[in-house]
């Protein structure tokens, strides 16, 4: 069994940053699969500033990193490290405890990944449950998290299908240009695949339009199709093109602790509220039912 002592790093302390995210009634313990195919979307930096906005708010956050170039894992503050334990290790058995770390942020974990997540997609091919692995393993773990955010390779691969296994919910970013719409019809079948044989609870958290510029006639379009086929289902908060969010990952924080008077800091806090919000109307509808 491994053991990773956490690291002695300073807790980041949020102040006022509290109440400008409500919480009460927000359906916790709660699986997001954050995935699309095509790279480049903004799915690791949703994983990585999502989540520090919801620690923010209070909530306890556990960041998953499924994908094997773990850039989540640095843009955390970690850096790349093939002997530390992470995901390929829960995958194969691991205990959850031995693999999660601290991050610098008070409530939020990360379970880190390496180069060796590649090998599990060729290693589980025959193992027995392969698909459900990650989600065995989380079981373990909900009660402990508000929000479990799992950030998925740009690939549906075995990888991938453990992760929407494993989710309540899928949260899907979405670069406002025209092949970003080609891609997403792909992910969709995946999806409706996976709630028809293995996780038929799965349902989409949202649309998240990301790298947004409303000057661009093709985004504004891209918007419009989005909206108009996903409906409700499309965020209200867009991430917009801003250079302090892309800077942000070679210094190993997210933007709130590089700069929290950014446009990409308060998008995600918007987005935070918003899914907060979300959760908490979902908790008062099925308490109604």
């Not at 990944?113 to 090998?119: I, P, T, V, W």
């Not at 799992?150 to 919910?169: Q, W």
Request: proline content about 5%.
């Amino acid at each position: 069994m491994f053991h990773v002592k956490p690291l002695a790093r300073p807790v980041l302390q949020w102040g006022s940053i509290r109440t400008f995210i409500p919480t009460q009634g927000a359906a916790l313990g709660r699986i997001i699969a954050i995935a699309n195919q095509k790279g480049g979307v903004g799915k690791t930096t949703t994983a990585i500033n999502l989540s520090a906005s919801l620690a923010a708010a209070d909530c306890r956050v556990l960041v998953v990193d499924c994908d094997p170039q773990a850039n989540s894992t640095s843009g955390l503050g970690f850096p790349q490290d093939a002997e530390r334990p992470g995901v390929y290790d829960l995958l194969m058995g691991a205990e959850p405890d031995a693999v999660i770390l601290e991050t610098a942020f008070d409530s939020l974990h990360l379970i880190p990944s390496s180069r060796h997540l590649a090998g599990a997609n060729v290693e589980l091919v025959d193992a027995d449950g392969r698909e459900q692995r990650l989600k065995k393993q989380l079981a373990k773990l909900r009660d402990r998290y508000d929000f479990i955010m799992l950030d998925c390779p740009p690939a549906l691969d075995l990888l991938t299908i453990n992760a929407l296994t494993a989710a309540d919910a899928v949260l899907i970013p979405i670069q406002c240009e025209y092949f970003a719409l080609e891609g997403i019809s792909a992910l969709m079948d995946t999806v409706d695949s996976i709630q028809q044989s293995l996780n038929p609870g799965l349902s989409i958290e949202g649309v998240l339009l990301t790298m947004f510029d409303e000057r661009m006639t093709l985004t504004r379009q891209v918007e419009a199709d989005l909206r108009e086929f996903f409906q409700e289902d499309v965020f209200q908060t867009v991430i917009p093109r801003n250079v302090r969010l892309a800077e942000a990952p070679s210094h190993g924080k997210p933007v709130m602790q590089y700069d929290l008077r950014s446009r990409g800091a308060e998008s995600y806090l918007n987005l935070a509220r918003e899914i907060l919000a979300r959760s908490g109307s979902r908790t008062a509808h099925q308490g109604r039912a």
